[in-house]
């Protein structure tokens, strides 16, 4: 068992801790749109969107996504240490999406977007620009990329 005084040591690690995550999560815009929303908990969602900023280069981008037009993210990414997500659980009908990203920086997409009845997915947007600096490194132009997954994703 552990003594007392460690208990509330710990205690007074986690619950800080555990307060400081709470208010970096993302912050869930309200839809307005009854079947399209956004949710508090990833287990009530049966698409979980995940966005992030990947470019040391512009380390705080704005991005907004819509889903059939409803807008479910509006907010700026820093790119902190660029290993990053925020999480975006979202209930939407069953059957096929458009899912469309803009960034602040001018790039934006659209992409197709398939919940399958029953079923739950997981997306991933990621914000990406790598400039030419001239030693030869990859260069990529600013960009955004989504990947759909069957299963939780997993970062690292």
């Known amino acids: 068992m552990v003594p007392s005084r460690r208990r509330l040591a710990m205690l007074l690690t986690v619950v800080?801790?555990?307060?400081?995550?709470?208010?970096?999560?993302?912050?869930?815009?309200?839809?307005?749109?009854?079947?399209?929303?956004?949710?508090?908990?990833?287990?009530?969602?049966?698409?979980?969107?995940y966005v992030s900023n990947q470019s040391f280069e512009h380390d705080r981008v704005d991005i907004m996504v819509r889903?059939?037009?409803?807008?479910v993210v509006d907010q700026s990414f820093a790119v902190?240490?660029?290993?990053?997500?925020l999480e975006f659980p979202i209930e939407l009908p069953a059957g096929e999406h458009t899912l469309e990203a803009t960034s602040?920086?001018?790039?934006?997409?659209?992409?197709?977007?398939t919940v399958p009845d029953g079923e739950k997915r997981w997306v991933v947007l990621d914000y990406w620009y790598y400039p030419d600096r001239g030693d030869g490194s990859?260069?990529?132009?600013?960009?955004?990329?989504?990947?759909?997954?069957?299963?939780?994703?997993?970062?690292?």
């Open 16 to 49: 800080p801790l555990a307060a400081a995550l709470a208010a970096c999560a993302a912050a869930p815009v309200p839809t307005g749109d009854d079947d399209i929303t956004v949710v508090d908990d990833a287990e009530q969602a049966n698409l979980v969107l």
């Open 67 to 71: 889903i059939d037009g409803v807008l």
């Open 80 to 85: 902190e240490g660029q290993h990053n997500w």
């Open 104 to 113: 602040g920086t001018g790039v934006g997409l659209s992409e197709p977007v």
């Open 138 to 156: 990859d260069v990529v132009d600013p960009s955004l990329t989504l990947t759909v997954h069957e299963e939780q994703v997993g970062f690292a």
